[in-house]
């Protein structure tokens, strides 16, 4: 059994989906981040940088109970531990890793500091929202690129690069992205979004 330990968001929502798609069981426990709840001492001895999410695979590499965080290395432990959505052959697994550590290292924290000067600064910073705002319509811009004539961002497979990247581009409105300006990406949103595994990981936790 999977315990998983997140809350309705970005990063969360990988490892949400990416347990929906593998159809492994799967125990929810809510952090509700906006309460603090990820600096208790209890969720520090399972993620020491009080973040989300994490997990505890109770039967991990030989049978013995394993947790992970960072979301990247989540979906790759998951990955690996069913064979799914990350190929085997090298070159086309490091294609993957390529296009998920893309996400790991520029769209995820650039799009979160676009999310906080726009929605959650306590005072208006026009600075901000400008250095980030171009840096995310450039990562836009890298994508749309990327999935010029292609279905998925890596391996013409649906792999866990389109799992992190999803619930990212997920949140474009907040990001004030119109979608119709990176057409590639927007097929390849709409694509993943009817997945009924997304739409279910989406909603995890189901009460936040
Ligand atoms: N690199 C980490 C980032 C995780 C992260 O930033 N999670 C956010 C929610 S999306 C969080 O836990 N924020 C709580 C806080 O910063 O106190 C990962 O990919 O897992």
Not at 31 to 44: K, N, R
Not at 125 to 145: H, I, M, S, T
């Amino acid at each position: 059994m999977i315990e998983l330990y997140t809350w309705k968001t970005s990063n969360g929502r990988k490892a949400s989906i990416m347990l929906e798609e593998i159809g492994l069981p799967y125990n929810v426990h809510p952090i509700p981040i906006g309460e603090d709840v990820q600096f208790t001492p209890e969720y520090i001895a399972i993620n020491p940088n009080s973040k989300i999410p994490a997990i505890v695979d109770s039967e991990g590499p030989d049978g013995k109970p394993y947790t992970m965080i960072e979301s990247g290395a989540i979906l790759m432990y998951l990955a690996e531990k069913t064979g799914k959505l990350m190929p085997r052959d090298m070159a086309r697994r490091y294609e993957g890793i390529q296009w998920l550590m893309f996400q790991m290292g520029g769209i995820g924290p650039i799009f979160g500091q676009v999310h906080h000067f726009e929605r959650a600064a306590k005072v208006d910073v026009p600075y901000g929202k400008e250095r980030y705002g171009k840096e995310c319509r450039r990562l836009y811009g890298v994508l749309n690129a990327r999935l010029e004539g292609r279905n998925w961002l890596a391996n013409e497979e649906y792999s866990i690069a389109d799992i992190a990247t999803f619930p990212w581009v997920a949140r474009y409105e907040w990001q004030k992205v119109d979608l119709a300006d990176y057409p590639n990406v927007k097929r390849w949103f709409d694509v993943i979004a009817a997945r009924p595994a997304v739409q279910r990981g989406m909603e995890i936790p189901a009460d936040a």
